[in-house]
């Protein structure tokens, strides 16, 4: 019998527990479908005891496990281990409190992002970070890869909503991180650690009111620089509009095929961007911006909230919405600095020529977060290695102009391979000091985020001796 065997004789009392090798399959990947694995277990738990019960299992069989929310993830953070526990949220899905005095909620981690806005929309407050996945993604997954969203680029990611979190740390303990705990800001070294620290419990988020008045425009231009310009521009006037999107003409094309959008015809560039705050303040903005966008050639804004949904439509639709030009595609998530957005989709054009591969353009415009989508034909030899060679050189982009390979997708296995290119070794050992910390018998989500997992207390393969930090008495290697 395998650690993992003699492990599932003793699942009780935890929650269902699939072992059922059809059932295993329904969990083998996350959105990042090219890499899967049929997962050794999952367990869906339905209290924060059960998941310490099962994290307490793990460490004793030394089998590792991995969280997993709705498994909307981009960047492989869910894929699941054959030999390991794929611990599920989707039962705990509970809204516990709602305090709006104190602007507060504490929610269970499966419960939807869209969920917690849903409970307190009629009382006139939000959850302000809002992924296009908002519908179905979990907060769990979200405090996890700390997730942006279109109106973060005002409001802040993930990591500015939460408050505190519960969470069974990777020996099976339960504690609370809180934001007001001196000391160590654990709390926002767990948000965006990628289920590497832990799995969260319950979740405090802070709610937000519901502005006074909300503009969407959607500006038509005839190329993307145009485009580019409008956003350096919009920033440069002193407004911070609650989003800044842009789509390219490709990115267009296939929204319109998928949901009808009905943007303007023969634009190279959309812009769409969304104002919001007291109604005079909303005023003042949106005719600083029509001068600021004199250069579309037709700028709708929208009259009513229907219209307003339905310039959202193109955008929160547009990575489905290219299986409707492309059979297949890779989403790419990279960051540059806004002054350099020109340049870096000039890259990314040439990249395009040079390969024969299509690539939209889908951006977070506001806070120069590109999502790439690299189109291919998977029946096509080798089109899928070549559309994998331009997604890569693009990452080398954003890294060459002063950005990040990961905007809010994270790393997963995906990106693991790049983040050498972005930290040094020294950089990467400092990060694993502190995952060791968490986690020293390396078990919860093992293989994600670094490039070279290594145990806890392995001295680093690429250092020569001991880390500085350890040397100085600054840090303990477990
Ligand atoms: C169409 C589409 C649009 C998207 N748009 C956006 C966007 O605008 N912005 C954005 O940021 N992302 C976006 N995403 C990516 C994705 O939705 C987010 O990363 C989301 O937060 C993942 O949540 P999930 O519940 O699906 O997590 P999963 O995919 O299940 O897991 C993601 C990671 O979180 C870990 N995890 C899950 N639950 C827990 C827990 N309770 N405790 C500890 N770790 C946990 C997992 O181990 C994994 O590493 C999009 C995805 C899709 C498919």
Redesign the pocket.
């Known amino acids: 019998m395998t650690p993992l065997d003699e492990l599932i004789t003793r699942l009780s009392g935890v929650g269902e527990v699939i072992t059922d090798p059809v059932r295993l399959r329904t969990y083998e990947c996350?959105?990042l479908t090219y890499h899967r694995a049929t997962p050794g277990v999952v367990t869906l738990p339905e209290s924060a005891e059960q998941i310490a019960a099962i994290v307490r299992l793990c460490n004793e069989y030394g089998v590792p496990f991995?969280?997993?929310?709705?498994?909307?993830?981009?960047s492989g953070?869910?894929l699941p281990r054959t030999d390991g526990v794929l611990i599920v949220?989707s039962k705990m899905r509970r809204v516990l409190e709602i305090d709006l005095a104190a602007r507060r909620a504490v929610v269970e981690?499966g419960v939807t992002n869209l969920a917690i806005t849903e409970a307190v929309r009629d009382q006139g407050y939000y959850y302000a970070p809002d992924?296009?996945?908002q519908q179905?993604?979990?907060i769990?997954?979200?405090?996890?890869?700390n997730?942006?969203?279109?109106h973060c680029l005002k409001y802040g990611f993930t990591v500015n909503h939460v408050e505190a979190c519960e969470i069974v740390t990777p020996d099976g303990d339960i504690v609370t991180l809180d934001r007001l705990d001196p000391g160590y800001d654990l709390l926002g070294a767990f948000i965006g650690s990628?289920?590497t620290l832990?799995?969260?419990?319950k979740i405090t988020v802070r709610l937000s009111r519901t502005p006074e008045a909300v503009m969407t425009v959607l500006a038509a231009f005839e190329d993307i620089e145009r485009g580019g310009q409008a956003v350096s521009a919009i920033i440069a006037a002193g407004i911070v509009p609650a989003a800044i999107e842009m789509m390219d003409a490709l990115a267009i094309e296939a929204a319109e095929a998928a949901v009808a959008c009905a943007y303007p015809e023969g634009a190279g560039a959309v812009l769409i961007v969304e104002l919001d705050g007291p109604e005079a303040e909303v005023a003042g903005q949106f005719e600083e911006l029509r001068r600021i966008c004199s250069g579309a050639f037709e700028l709708r804004v929208a009259a009513d909230p229907a219209e307003r949904a339905a310039i959202w439509k193109g955008r929160k639709s547009a990575?489905?919405a290219v299986g409707r030009i492309s059979p297949a595609y890779i989403v790419q998530d990279g960051v540059v600095p806004r002054t350099s957005l020109p340049e870096v989709l000039a890259g990314i054009d040439r990249l395009s020529a040079e390969f024969g591969i299509k690539v939209a353009n889908v951006f977070h415009a506001g806070d120069g977060n590109l999502h790439p989508l690299v189109l291919f034909d998977d029946a096509e030899p080798g089109a899928g290695e070549r559309a994998e060679a331009v997604s890569g050189r693009i990452l080398d982009l954003c890294i060459e102009s002063g950005g990040s390979i990961t905007g809010?997708?994270?790393v997963?296995v995906d990106k693991s391979r790049y983040m050498p290119k972005m930290f040094s070794d020294d950089d990467l050992d400092t990060m694993q000091l502190v995952r060791c910390a968490f986690d020293p018998s390396n078990l919860s989500?093992p293989g994600?985020v670094f490039p070279t997992p290594r145990l806890c207390g392995e001295v680093p393969g690429v250092r020569k001796g001991v880390h500085p930090l350890v040397e100085s008495g600054k840090a303990e290697q477990f």
């Open positions: 996350d959105g991995v969280a997993r929310g709705s498994g909307t993830g981009l953070g869910a949220t981690p992924p296009s996945s179905i993604c979990s769990g997954g979200n405090v996890a890869e997730s942006g969203g279109a990628e289920g832990g799995v969260a419990t990575f489905a809010e997708h994270g997963g989500n994600k």
